[in-house]
């Protein structure tokens, strides 16, 4: 039986960006456990077959023998260097698991050691150690991968007849104010274009998202007709500008203007301090 996994463009984590360039699981009895020839009969007795679903509890089945793989391969490779070691660490593990299940909920270095088991200090070293990332890190990134899922979603569901664009701050170099870039410029049809670029963007540098936000709504002609402007991000204003003064402005110069704040990773001041945009 051959086969293929095929990724959603632009889709990232860490575990896939970590995994070897093949895995080969030894004997489909002992090591790898009875589940492979089980299921591997399953799919072939399936696939290409004529009874009904057939073609879908093998595509499904396919999906189980890939995470049951990645999860062998981990467990076979314990706490060696494999690159995801972080997942088969138990304490590791829990903190992982907790926060994949509530990711929106209010994640700190100190609460993810505490789900761990362990010391504040013990967990950070130990979680970068293993999956040469800091904690805070792996949250704003998984976070923002599912920013880029809502955002395709979103975008899914928009009129083709829509003028949209999408405009990026902090994505090419660090500590300059002045990275900012119309990426994909208002216009009809973009969806498709948008959805590519939000997911090759890599946050890297500064936040002037008060100037980034300016320079949308003069991109959409705010004092001309009716714009929206949808803010993303993860931190608050780092290049010394007043968001509140601007959305008085906006709000004041515009015609119909509505401003919209989804912040990731932020506390809830720091919520405050951008939400007065909206």
């Known amino acids: 039986i051959c086969g293929h996994f095929a990724l959603a463009e632009g889709s990232r984590h860490i575990l896939f960006d970590r995994l070897p360039p093949f895995i080969h699981l030894r004997g489909y009895g002992e ?43 981990i ?21 992982l698991t907790a926060f994949h299940h509530a990711p929106a909920g209010d994640w700190t270095v100190a609460r993810l050691a505490r789900e761990a088991g ?9 979680f970068s150690a293993r999956l040469g990332v800091t904690p805070m890190g792996y949250v704003t990134s998984w976070r923002m991968q599912i920013a880029r899922e809502a955002l395709k979603a979103v975008l899914g569901g ?36 948008i959805a590519d ?7 890297l540098g500064k936040t002037p998202l008060t100037e980034a936000v300016r320079q949308a709504a003069v991109a959409l002609r705010y004092t001309e007709e009716k714009a929206t402007v949808i803010l993303i991000t993860d931190g608050i204003e780092t290049c010394q500008a007043d968001p509140c003064a601007l959305g008085a402005e906006l709000a004041k110069a515009g015609v119909g203007f509505t401003a919209h704040v989804v912040g990731f990773d932020l506390s809830r001041e720091d919520g405050r301090k951008v939400a007065c945009l909206a």
């Open 31 to 73: 090591e790898a456990g009875p589940w492979l020839e089980a299921t591997l009969k399953v799919i072939g007795a399936e696939a290409g077959g004529a009874r009904l679903g057939g073609d879908l509890i093998a595509l499904k089945m396919s999906e189980a023998i890939f995470a049951q793989a990645i999860r062998a391969h």
């Open 75 to 95: 467990e076979q490779a314990g706490a060696k260097d494999c690159g995801a070691a972080a997942f088969a660490d138990p304490h590791l593990a829990r903190a």
């Open 118 to 126: 362990l010391s504040r200090t013990g967990f950070a070293e130990r």
């Open 158 to 193: 928009m009129s083709p007849q829509r003028e949209i664009g999408l405009l990026a701050y902090g994505h090419r170099e660090k500590g300059n104010c002045s990275d900012i870039e119309l990426v994909v410029p208002p216009g009809r049809n973009n969806a498709a274009a």
């Open 197 to 203: 670029a939000a997911a090759r963007l890599r946050f």
